[in-house]
């Protein structure tokens, strides 16, 4: 599962590049026409390859962190293991995941200032169904 995961994620950066090639293309020759109007829209094109690139970097940095971290708590034998109930189509069972989430949370209040528990907070936003507070705890975790 992991291996298709990165398959596909190394698939759709290759898309976002071939994306940000072209449209760098484009906003260059809107910039090499030397109209006022042509170079200001060619700059503002050039705008969106750079803002891809940064949060494509962005996305992998952190995928690069989520792993080292995640191999360091297996090492440790601490690696959350997710054994929530589900549903016969794989949806986690909402009270579950809302109690693995308030003992996360608690976890995080005791200490806020370790990783690791930023990182079981992490999963179990995820596992709740917040994927913004799950990708926001798992920076936190990787400051």
């Not at 760098?24 to 109007?37: N, S």
């Amino acid at each position: 599962m992991m291996r298709r995961g990165l398959l596909a994620a190394l698939a759709l950066s290759a898309l976002l590049l071939v994306y940000v090639v072209a449209v760098a293309g484009r906003g260059v020759a809107l910039v090499r026409t030397g109209e006022p109007v042509g170079v200001a829209m060619g700059a503002g094109v050039l705008v969106l390859p750079v803002l891809g690139l940064w949060l494509l970097w962005r996305e992998w940095r952190l995928a690069a962190d989520v792993q080292r971290m995640a191999d360091e708590l297996a090492r440790a034998g601490a690696l959350p293991v997710d054994d929530l109930p589900r549903s016969p189509g794989g949806r986690v069972d909402r009270a579950a995941a809302d109690a693995a989430f308030a003992v996360a949370r608690d976890d995080v209040d005791r200490a806020p200032g370790e990783w690791a528990t930023w990182f079981r907070l992490g999963f179990a936003y995820d596992a709740a169904g917040d994927r913004r507070r799950a990708r926001e705890a798992l920076r936190t975790a990787a400051r």
